[in-house]
């Protein structure tokens, strides 16, 4: 007789056919000299005030308890500050609720909010987990894809693709694989097309302080028409680089908030209490120089790792934001799929990246990879001189 444990939830079907990204982490971590550029992990130093909170709260400076559900108040009252003042959102400590990272708060927030068969749209190239979290919660999702070199909003695909089931949207925004950055403009444009809908907004705002070559951060949230519709998530793994802290936050009305939190604490019951304050402490301590500092760095990681992919044969747009680069490989590698070429990269040079298709609906002829360059300066050096003799 087959154990009952053999019979698994059909909604996770779709996780059988494995995580590439995670596949080929494993095979670059056995190459002797392997660099991962696959997998961003944000391989940086982590600021002071963040590791000096946590001890702090470790050694003895709170007592080892849960939090509220919705996080330590004086974290989400930071938060809070900190949304009001860069990115222009009308909120308080009430409208804010703290995550295990911004994958915890999209997670929570569509468990709270969508209903089996609701269809969500998602910008392609897209983010992968958002796609398998969306079918995990029982959601349809669909792809709206970005147009020409410029991955430009393309709004008549968008009303197209709303149909009387589309409860949501995703904006990632700077966006992950593709770098783009949405202009106010395409946000405005975006709240026209939903204006006098239903439709809600989830953002995904984890790179806001990366935006490259004088661009600003736009937070959907802030725009007219978008204000009552958005839930904005983001988190400090990448600013912060503590991508394996897991401390993300959810904005947006109280009472909606206060849902998703509920949810949160049947998922989590809580984001750990001694990162929540490291954090906190570097909200608290952290000049803006970090910041603007940051977006200056990462700028010239990504010129320095442009020109070697250009120099290397790759093609590709350069990245307004976020620390990724889609490149197309076929003048290096020819019309190999993008697994395959990657697995001819690691051969080749010891460097892995993410095959291309699994940023798309359908992977039919996607001759790309994705490279992250949140490394360490030597480590970024030592990655262009193999591409650029190679």
Not at 66 to 88: C, D, H, I, M, S
Not at 194 to 217: I, W
Not at 303 to 328: H, I, Q, T
Request: charged residues 20%.
């Amino acid at each position: 007789m087959d154990s009952p444990l053999w019979k698994l939830a059909a909604r996770r079907a779709h996780l059988d056919s494995g995580n590439l990204l995670r596949s080929l982490t494993d095979v670059i971590n056995k190459v002797q000299g392997g660099i991962n550029l696959g997998q961003g992990v944000c391989d940086m130093d982590t600021p002071a005030p963040l590791v000096q909170g946590a001890v702090t709260s470790i050694q003895g400076g709170d007592r080892q308890l849960y939090t509220p559900y919705a996080g330590l108040p004086e974290l989400r009252t930071k938060v809070a500050q900190k949304l009001r003042e860069w990115n222009g959102l009308p909120v308080q400590m009430e409208n804010v609720a703290i995550t295990t990272g911004s994958s915890g708060a999209f997670f929570a927030s569509g468990t709270a909010l969508l209903e089996p068969g609701d269809e969500v749209i998602l910008f392609e190239p897209f983010y992968p987990y958002h796609w398998s979290n969306l079918k995990l919660m029982g959601a349809v999702p669909k792809s709206v894809r970005l147009v020409g070199d410029e991955l430009a909003l393309d709004v008549a695909a968008l009303k197209k693709a709303i149909t009387g089931k589309t409860r949501a949207i995703v904006v990632n925004t700077p966006a992950n694989p593709s770098g783009k950055v949405f202009t106010r403009a395409e946000l405005e444009a975006i709240a026209n097309v939903v204006d006098g809908t239903s439709v809600l907004v989830f953002t995904d705002e984890v790179y806001e302080h990366m935006c490259f070559d004088g661009r600003k951060h736009v937070s959907p949230g802030a725009v007219p028409g978008l204000v009552d519709r958005t839930l904005t998530i983001g988190g400090y793994s990448k600013t912060f680089s503590i991508t394996g802290w897991r401390i993300g936050y959810v904005a947006g009305n109280q009472a909606t908030i206060d849902a998703i939190g509920r949810v949160f604490d049947q998922i989590n019951v809580c984001a750990p209490r001694p990162l929540q304050r490291g954090v906190q402490r570097a909200l608290e301590q952290l000049p803006a120089s970090f910041y603007h500092e940051l977006e200056k760095a990462y700028e010239k990681k990504r010129d320095r790792f442009c020109a070697a992919l250009a120099k290397a044969g790759f093609r590709f747009r350069k990245p307004e934001g976020a620390y990724y680069v889609m490149a197309d490989y076929r003048d290096v590698y020819g019309d190999l799929d993008s697994y395959d070429a990657v697995l001819a990269m690691i051969e080749k040079v010891r460097v892995n990246g993410v095959p291309g298709k699994v940023f798309h609906a359908d992977p039919h002829g996607v001759r790309t990879i994705r490279f992250q360059f949140a490394v360490t300066p030597p480590v970024l050096e030592e990655v262009c001189q193999r591409f650029e003799n190679s």
